[in-house]
C-alpha cells in the first residue's frame, strides 16, 4: 500500500536516475578489460601443449565430400603433431596481439574472437582424429549434424529472443521444447499426420507461455520462478503421460509419422553447403525462415520497434499510447509456439517416438545461446551452431575411438556453454527491462 | 494552418487510497497561452498532468476540450485530441535513434508493416529546421545531453500535432542557460499557436515565460497569479504563509584549512574518469558548495571522499589524515558527517523507525548499546530529543519514516548526521524535493553548524541553493573542476561554468550571455554558439 502512494506522487522527483541516465550519456567507449586477453592466452597455452606438443604424429584426414555430391573433392590429411603445432603458434600470436591491444587500451575486436575460436577448434579437431583408432571422420558430415543438432536450440533462442526483447525472461524453453515434443508425438500418432503433429506442437509451446506470461504480466510473479516451476511442471505432466498412456499402447499413442527428409534437387549435391541448406526436414526449413522473419521483423519492420521499445523502456512505451502488457503477452505466446515448432524436432524428425525428458536440457543451452548470440536472431543462430557442433563432435569422436574418455567428450557441448557465455561474452548488454514486470503510474 | 484548442479541466479528483492526490481541481488553458501551474513537489502538479494525459484516470471530474466533454482511456487518445506531453523523466529509448524514438507509436509505414523512418527523418528535420533545434534524426538517444534529449521529447510531440504541450518540470536538468534557451523555445511555441502548460516550482523561469500562473497546493487550486507578482508573494501562495527566500547568514570567519583534496580521480567500472583530477580545500567554519550539472561527478566524488568508491587515487586529507582506504565505517569515526543525495535510497530505512533510523551510524556505540545487547528505551529518548530539536513533524519516533513527507525525512537524515562532534559536514542536495518551510530550516542548520566552526561542503544541482549557502563556489564539468569562486559571482558566470567555460574565458561570451538572458523572443542563431 505504501509502495503505491510513493510510486503515484510522480511529483516527488526521482534523484539519481536523471543524473546516472547523463553519465551514461557520455560514455561511449566500451570496457576494456583484462579478461578476454588472458582467457585468450590461456587457450592458446593449453593448446600448444596438448594439440601442438602432444599431439600424436599421425595424420589426421578429413573428408569434405559425401557420396551424393556433383563432385568429390579430397579429402584433407593433416599431420597431427606438425598442424596442432602451427595451429597453436597462430593462436599464441592472436592471443599475444589482443594482449598488446589491451596495452594500448583498445579493446579486443571481435574478428579475432572469432578467428580464434574457429582455430582452436581446428586445433582440437585435429588433435582428436589425429589420436583416434580411425583418425578420419566427415567434414561434411560432422557440420551437416551439427546443424540438425542445433534445430531445437535455434527454436528454443528465438523463442528467448521474442520474449526477452519484449521484456519477459523466459526460463522455461525447456518445458515449450519438452511440451512441442511429447504434443507432437502424441497427436501427430493418433491423427497419423506429421504436420497436424507440428501445429499441435506450436499449439503445446504457445499454451505453456501462456501460463507463464499470465504469472509474470498479470500476476507479476517473479518470472525466474514461474519459468523454473512451468520447467518440472512440463517435465512431470509429461513424464506421467508418458508412462501411463503413451507406454500403455505404444501403437496408438507413441509412433509418430515423421516428417520426410526434403531434398532440393541439384542444389542438394552441392558439396558442403548441400546438405546443410537444402537436404533438412520441414523443421529445419521453418527454422532458416524464422531466423530471418523473426529478425526482418525485430529491426525493420513497426511491430519490431514496438517490441524493442517494450523490452527496453515500457515507460515510455506506454505514454506512446503501446500497449505494454497485451505486446507482452501476445509475444511470449509466439516465443512458446516458436519453442514448441522447435520441440516436434525431437519427435517427427530426429527420434520417431516420446521419451522421458527427450530434450534432455537443450533448453538451457538455448538460453546461453541467446545470450550469447546477443540477443540477436542471427547472433543466436551461429551460437546455437557452435553448441550443435560441440554435441554433435562428442557422439562422432565416442564413435572413432579417441584417448579422451567418452564422459569427458560428453561433457563438451556444456563446457563450451559455459566458456562461451563466461569467458567470451563479456558484459553484454540485454533489453533493459528484461525480467521487470510493467506496472503502471 | 494552426487549429488552436481550449482546454478545460472541471472538478478533477484523483484519489490514490486514502491519499488524495488532486481535489476538485478547475483549470482552464486559453489557446496560445504559457499557463503555468505552480507548486511544491508533492503538491499534485505531475497527478493533474497525467489524468489530463489519460495515463491516471480521474476518479471525478472531465475534460473539455474545446467545450466538449472528452475521456481519456490512455496516452493515445490524448494525442489524438492534440496533448502532448514532455515527462520530468523523459520518455526516451535510450539505444533508439532520435528517428526511432519519435516515429515510435505512430510509425510511417510502407507496406506489410515496415518502417518508412525516411518520412520521420524528413519531419524531424523540417521541425528541427523551424525552431532551431539543430537535432540529428540519425543519432543515438543515450549518447545526447540532456538538453537535445529534451528538444527530442518536443519534437516528438509536434510531430504528433500537438496543439496543448504539456511540461513537467523541464528545467530540473538543464543548466542556466538552456534553461533560457528552452524559455525562448517555449515562447517560440507560442507565437507558433501552440499552448504551452508549465509545471515548475522554480519562481524565476515561472515568472519570466508564463501568461497566467495557476498555483497548486496539496492536491487544491489556491488562486491564479499575475506573472508581474513578486517572488515573495508567488512563494508565499505555494507555501500558505510567509517565508522569507533569503537566508540571513553572517559573513565566513575561515580559520584553518583542515580539509583537503589532492588530484582525487575515480574511475567508473566502465573505465571512464568520472571524477578527474580534483583539488581544492575547505576550512574550518566555511562553506563551500559544489556546483554542476547533475552527472557531473558529484555523486562519485562524495562517495569517494566516505569510501564508496571502489577505484580512487589521489589523496583525500582531513585533520591531516589520509581518508583514501579507509572503510567507511572508520571515516564516519573520523568526524565525517553525510547526507546523501537521495534519502530513500541512501539515507534512510523507510520500514525501521524514525528512532532506529536516527542511530543507524551509532547503533553500535554508548549509550544506545552496551556489549551485545541494545538500549531500545535511550533510542527513543534520543529521538525524542532530535525530532524537538530539528522540527520533525510526526507524532511519534516510533512510526516508520517512510511515513514522514520528504522534508521531516530529510529533517531526519540531518538530524541523525549533525547529532554528533564532526570534522566535516557534506551534504548533498540538502533539500532536493523539500517543502519551502523545510529548506529554510535546514539551511539555517547547514549555517549553524558552519559557524560552530565545521568545514562544510554541499552539494547542490540547484543554482538558487548554492548561491544561498555558499561561501566559496567550486562548479565541477564533466568529472573536472572548472574553477573555485566567491560567493557572490553572478548567475550567468555560474551558468557559463557550468557547460565547461573557466571564468578567464568569460570575457566576451558573457556578453552574449547577458544578451541572451534578457531577449524575449530571440532569434535561433543568437542562442546557441556559444555553449558546447
Given at each position: 500500500m505504501s509502495t503505491t502512494v510513493s510510486s503515484s506522487r510522480p511529483g516527488n522527483p526521482q534523484p539519481?536516475?536523471?543524473?546516472?541516465?547523463?553519465?551514461?550519456?557520455?560514455?561511449?567507449?566500451?570496457?576494456?578489460?583484462?579478461?578476454?586477453?588472458?582467457?585468450?592466452?590461456?587457450?592458446?597455452?593449453?593448446a600448444l601443449v596438448f594439440f601442438g606438443l602432444l599431439a600424436p604424429n599421425q595424420t589426421a584426414s578429413f573428408g569434405i565430400s559425401t557420396g551424393s555430391d556433383f563432385f568429390q573433392l579430397p579429402a584433407i590429411q593433416v599431420n597431427a603433431f606438425a598442424g596442432g603445432l602451427v595451429l597453436s603458434i597462430l593462436l599464441l600470436g592472436l592471443a599475444a596481439y589482443a594482449i598488446y591491444l589491451k596495452t594500448r587500451d583498445n579493446p579486443v575486436p571481435g574478428w579475432l574472437t572469432v578467428a580464434f575460436i574457429v582455430l582452436f577448434v581446428a586445433a582440437f579437431l585435429i588433435w582428436v582424429v589425429g589420436g583416434a583408432r580411425t583418425p578420419s571422420i566427415s567434414l561434411a558430415g560432422l557440420i551437416a549434424g551439427s546443424v540438425t543438432l542445433a534445430v531445437p536450440l535455434v527454436f528454443g533462442s528465438l523463442s528467448g529472443v521474442l520474449c526477452e526483447r519484449v521484456g519477459v525472461v523466459n526460463i522455461a524453453i525447456e518445458g515449450q521444447l519438452l511440451g512441442g515434443a511429447f504434443t507432437a508425438a502424441i497427436v501427430a500418432s493418433i491423427t497419423q499426420n506429421p504436420?497436424?503433429?507440428?501445429?499441435?506442437?506450436?499449439?503445446?509451446?504457445?499454451?505453456?507461455?501462456?501460463?507463464?506470461?499470465?504469472?509474470?504480466?498479470?500476476?507479476?510473479?517473479?518470472?525466474?520462478?514461474?519459468?523454473?516451476?512451468?520447467?518440472?511442471?512440463?517435465?512431470?505432466?509429461?513424464?506421467?503421460?508418458?508412462?501411463?498412456?503413451?507406454?500403455?499402447?505404444?501403437?496408438?499413442?507413441?509412433?509418430?509419422?515423421?516428417?520426410?527428409?526434403?531434398?532440393?534437387?541439384?542444389?542438394?549435391?552441392?558439396?558442403?553447403?548441400?546438405?546443410?541448406?537444402?537436404?533438412?526436414?520441414?523443421?529445419?526449413?521453418?527454422?532458416?525462415?524464422?531466423?530471418?522473419?523473426?529478425?526482418?521483423?525485430?529491426?525493420?519492420?513497426?511491430?519490431?520497434?514496438?517490441?524493442?521499445?517494450?523490452?527496453?523502456?515500457?515507460?515510455?512505451?506506454?505514454?506512446?499510447?503501446?500497449?505494454?502488457?497485451?505486446?507482452?503477452?501476445?509475444?511470449?505466446?509466439?516465443g512458446g509456439a516458436v519453442a514448441g515448432i522447435g520441440g516436434s524436432f525431437f519427435t517427427l524428425v530426429a527420434i520417431d517416438s516420446f521419451t522421458k525428458e527427450i530434450s534432455g536440457g537443450r533448453g538451457f543451452i538455448a538460453l546461453a545461446a541467446l545470450i550469447f548470440g546477443r540477443w540477436n536472431p542471427i547472433g543466436a543462430f551461429f551460437a546455437a551452431l557452435l553448441f550443435g557442433f560441440a554435441d554433435n563432435l562428442q557422439s562422432i569422436v565416442t564413435i572413432i575411438g579417441t584417448p579422451v574418455p567418452s564422459q569427458f567428450m560428453a561433457m563438451l557441448p556444456y563446457l563450451v556453454t559455459v566458456l562461451a557465455v563466461a569467458g567470451l561474452v563479456g558484459k553484454s548488454r540485454g533489453p533493459a527491462a528484461s525480467g521487470i514486470p510493467y506496472v503502471k503510474g | 494552418m494552426v487549429r488552436v484548442l481550449k482546454l478545460e479541466l472541471r472538478g478533477i479528483t484523483k484519489r490514490f487510497g486514502?491519499?488524495?492526490?488532486?481535489?476538485?481541481?478547475?483549470?482552464?488553458?486559453?489557446?496560445?497561452?504559457?499557463?503555468c501551474l505552480l507548486g511544491e513537489n508533492g503538491a499534485g502538479k505531475s497527478t493533474l498532468m497525467n489524468v489530463l494525459y489519460g495515463l491516471y484516470e480521474p476518479s471525478e471530474?472531465?475534460?473539455?476540450?474545446?467545450?466538449?466533454?472528452?475521456?481519456?482511456?490512455?496516452?493515445?487518445?490524448?494525442?489524438?485530441?492534440?496533448?502532448?506531453?514532455?515527462?520530468?523523466?523523459?520518455?526516451?529509448?535510450?539505444?533508439?535513434?532520435?528517428?526511432?524514438?519519435?516515429?515510435?507509436?505512430?510509425?510511417?509505414?510502407?507496406?506489410?508493416?515496415?518502417?518508412?523512418?525516411?518520412?520521420?527523418?524528413?519531419?524531424?528535420?523540417?521541425?528541427?529546421?523551424?525552431?532551431?533545434?539543430?537535432?540529428?534524426?540519425?543519432?543515438?538517444?543515450?549518447?545526447?545531453?540532456?538538453?537535445?534529449?529534451?528538444?527530442?521529447?518536443?519534437?516528438?510531440?509536434?510531430?504528433?500535432?500537438?496543439?496543448?504541450?504539456?511540461?513537467?518540470?523541464?528545467?530540473?536538468?538543464?543548466?542556466?542557460?538552456?534553461?533560457?534557451?528552452?524559455?525562448?523555445?517555449?515562447?517560440?511555441?507560442?507565437?507558433?499557436?501552440?499552448?504551452?502548460v508549465?509545471?515548475?516550482?522554480?519562481?524565476?523561469?515561472?515568472?519570466?515565460?508564463?501568461?497566467?500562473?495557476?498555483?497548486?497546493?496539496?492536491?487544491?487550486?489556491?488562486?491564479?497569479?499575475?506573472?508581474?507578482?513578486?517572488?515573495?508573494?508567488?512563494?508565499?501562495?505555494?507555501?500558505?504563509?510567509?517565508?522569507?527566500?533569503?537566508?540571513?547568514k553572517a559573513p565566513a570567519q575561515p580559520k584553518e584549512k583542515t580539509f583537503e583534496v589532492r588530484d582525487l580521480t575515480v574511475i567508473a567500472p566502465n573505465g571512464q574518469h568520472v571524477v578527474d583530477g580534483l583539488s581544492f580545500d575547505i576550512a574550518r567554519g566555511e562553506i563551500l558548495a559544489v556546483a554542476g550539472v547533475q552527472g557531473n561527478g558529484q555523486t562519485e566524488l562524495t562517495e569517494a571522499i566516505l569510501g564508496l568508491q571502489e577505484r580512487v587515487h589521489g589523496s583525500i586529507l582531513l585533520d591531516g589524515q589520509e581518508l583514501l582506504g579507509r572503510t567507511v565505517k572508520e571515516v564516519l569515526n573520523a568526524g565525517v558527517g553525510f547526507v546523501p543525495e537521495d534519502r530513500s535510497v541512501d539515507g534512510l530505512i523507510g520500514t525501521f523507525s524514525i528512532a532506529e533510523n536516527l542511530i543507524l551510524d551509532r547503533y553500535d556505540q554508548p549509550p544506545f548499546a552496551k556489549g551485545i545487547s541494545m538500549s531500545p528505551a535511550r533510542v527513543l529518548e534520543n529521538a525524542k530529543t532530535r525530532i524537538e530539536e530539528f522540527d520533525v513533524r510526526t507524532p511519534s519516533g516510533a512510526l516508520a519514516a517512510g511515513t514522514l513527507s520528504g522534508g521531516n525525512q530529510q529533517k531526519v537524515v540531518m538530524a541523525r548526521e549533525l547529532s554528533r562532534?564532526?570534522?566535516?559536514?557534506?551534504?548533498?542536495?540538502?533539500?532536493?524535493?523539500?517543502?519551502?518551510?523545510?529548506?529554510?530550516?535546514?539551511?539555517?542548520?547547514?549555517?549553524?553548524?558552519?559557524?560552530?566552526?565545521?568545514?562544510?561542503?554541499?552539494?547542490?544541482?540547484?543554482?538558487?541553493?548554492?548561491?544561498?549557502?555558499?561561501?566559496?563556489?567550486?562548479?565541477?564539468?564533466?568529472?573536472?573542476?572548472?574553477g573555485v569562486v566567491p560567493a557572490g559571482t553572478s548567475r550567468d558566470v555560474l551558468g557559463l561554468m557550468m557547460a565547461g567555460i573557466p571564468p578567464e574565458e568569460h570575457v566576451h561570451t558573457t556578453q552574449a550571455g547577458k544578451a541572451a538572458d534578457t531577449t524575449t523572443i530571440s532569434t535561433s542563431d543568437a542562442e546557441g554558439g556559444d555553449h558546447v
Open positions: 539519481g536516475n536523471a543524473g546516472k541516465d547523463a553519465a551514461a550519456a557520455t560514455v561511449s567507449a566500451k570496457p576494456v578489460g583484462w579478461k578476454t586477453p588472458v582467457f585468450l592466452a590461456a587457450f592458446a597455452l593449453i504436420f497436424v503433429g507440428l501445429l499441435a506442437a506450436a499449439v503445446a509451446g504457445a499454451v505453456v507461455s501462456m501460463v507463464l506470461a499470465l504469472f509474470s504480466i498479470k500476476y507479476l510473479v517473479n518470472q525466474i520462478i514461474v519459468g523454473v516451476v512451468l520447467n518440472v511442471l512440463v517435465s512431470g505432466v509429461t513424464g506421467f503421460l508418458f508412462s501411463t498412456v503413451m507406454q500403455a499402447n505404444k501403437a496408438q499413442f507413441n509412433s509418430p509419422p515423421g516428417l520426410d527428409i526434403i531434398e532440393v534437387p541439384v542444389l542438394s549435391s552441392i558439396p558442403v553447403i548441400g546438405p546443410i541448406l537444402f537436404r533438412q526436414s520441414l523443421v529445419g526449413y521453418l527454422m532458416y525462415i524464422a531466423v530471418l522473419v523473426v529478425w526482418v521483423g525485430l529491426f525493420k519492420t513497426r511491430w519490431g520497434l514496438r517490441v524493442r521499445a517494450v523490452g527496453e523502456h515500457p515507460q515510455a512505451a506506454d505514454t506512446l499510447g503501446i500497449n505494454v502488457n497485451a505486446t507482452r503477452f501476445w509475444n511470449v505466446t509466439l | 486514502t491519499l488524495l492526490a488532486n481535489d476538485h481541481i478547475d483549470v482552464v488553458v486559453e489557446p496560445g497561452q504559457i499557463h471530474g472531465e475534460i473539455l476540450v474545446d467545450g466538449k466533454p472528452v475521456s481519456f482511456r490512455g496516452p493515445g487518445d490524448a494525442m489524438e485530441a492534440g496533448i502532448g506531453m514532455v515527462h520530468q523523466h523523459f520518455m526516451l529509448v535510450p539505444v533508439f535513434t532520435v528517428a526511432e524514438n519519435v516515429a515510435l507509436g505512430a510509425e510511417p509505414t510502407k507496406a506489410a508493416g515496415f518502417l518508412n523512418l525516411d518520412e520521420t527523418r524528413r519531419r524531424i528535420k523540417e521541425i528541427s529546421d523551424q525552431y532551431g533545434f539543430d537535432v540529428e534524426p540519425d543519432a543515438l538517444v543515450e549518447d545526447l545531453p540532456v538538453g537535445v534529449q529534451q528538444r527530442v521529447e518536443i519534437i516528438k510531440a509536434l510531430v504528433r500535432n500537438a496543439k496543448v504541450l504539456i511540461l513537467d518540470e523541464p528545467t530540473a536538468v538543464l543548466t542556466p542557460q538552456e534553461t533560457d534557451e528552452l524559455l525562448d523555445i517555449m515562447r517560440q511555441l507560442k507565437s507558433g499557436g501552440t499552448s504551452i508549465f509545471i515548475s516550482h522554480k519562481l524565476r523561469e515561472v515568472k519570466a515565460v508564463s501568461d497566467t500562473i495557476t498555483v497548486i497546493r496539496r492536491g487544491k487550486v489556491v488562486g491564479t497569479a499575475d506573472p508581474a507578482a513578486s517572488t515573495t508573494e508567488l512563494a508565499s501562495m505555494m507555501v500558505g504563509r510567509a517565508v522569507s527566500l533569503t537566508l540571513d562532534p564532526l570534522r566535516l559536514f557534506i551534504a548533498s542536495q540538502p533539500t532536493r524535493g523539500v517543502d519551502v518551510g523545510s529548506i529554510e530550516f535546514l539551511h539555517k542548520r547547514i549555517v549553524a553548524e558552519r559557524d560552530q566552526g565545521t568545514p562544510v561542503m554541499i552539494i547542490s544541482t540547484e543554482l538558487d541553493e548554492v548561491m544561498e549557502l555558499a561561501d566559496r563556489i567550486a562548479v565541477l564539468y564533466k568529472g573536472k573542476l572548472v
